[in-house]
């Protein structure tokens, strides 16, 4: 593979005696869309909150766009190009979708007045990109709480790409969603790449092997299975894991 724009080695986290993850590599190339699985419990959001600099690992080494960042903090890698959108929502839900996306865009821009001042034409633009590319331009005047889940997780990607990041990561974004709404994002999701790089956690298989480049497979903290969804797919080790599941 090409040189990864994030390479994770030997990953390890220790919550007491207790070893949530162990011996984890992962390597995203840049462009590509590569999605953690794994059955509840086995270690995906606490291998994101690694990836993401909000939890230090006690083992491993994690290197972003040529930087090790193993020991940097969430807000630093932010100037690195890297983005998150959380399993609970972050939106302000007496806000306008606007206003929603501009607060995102304006905290980009450093929040300071002046800046904002002057950004003010190009802030427009940003946001009503935002909106085309997220598919709220309809919907841009409402109150952001209005909105169905779906929307509300629409506006929500919308908000970490108004930082323009090199590589965003998704926790699992179809969680509750209705059909309608799983296929519109999932079709969001898709378009992100090869622009962008996305990592992603997400339960819905169907989903999952339809749209990832490269699949990792977690359980009980360790990497079982790494390819793409057809290597997945047929591969016995997670077959076993996610037994009786339909997989
Ligand atoms: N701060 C913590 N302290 C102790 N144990 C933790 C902590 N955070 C997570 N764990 C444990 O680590 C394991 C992995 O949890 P994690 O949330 O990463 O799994 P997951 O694969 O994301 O699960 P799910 O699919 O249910 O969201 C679980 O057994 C969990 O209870």
Redesign the pocket.
Known sequence: MAEALLDARGIGVR??D?R?LSEVTLAVAAGSLHTVI??????????FNVLTGRLRPSEGRIVLAGHDVTQMPAHRRVHLGMARSFQVTNIFADLTVTENLRMAAQAVAGGEPWVFWRAHRPMRETVEALLEQVGLAARATRRAGDLSHGAQRALEIGMALAADPRIIFLDEPLAGMGIDDVHRTKELIHRLVPARTVVL?E?NMRVVLDISDRITV?AQ?RPIAEGTPAMIRSDAAVREAYLGSGL
């Open positions: 919550f007491g207790f949530a794994g059955p509840n419990g086995a270690g995906k959001t606490t291998l956690i339960h977690l903290g």
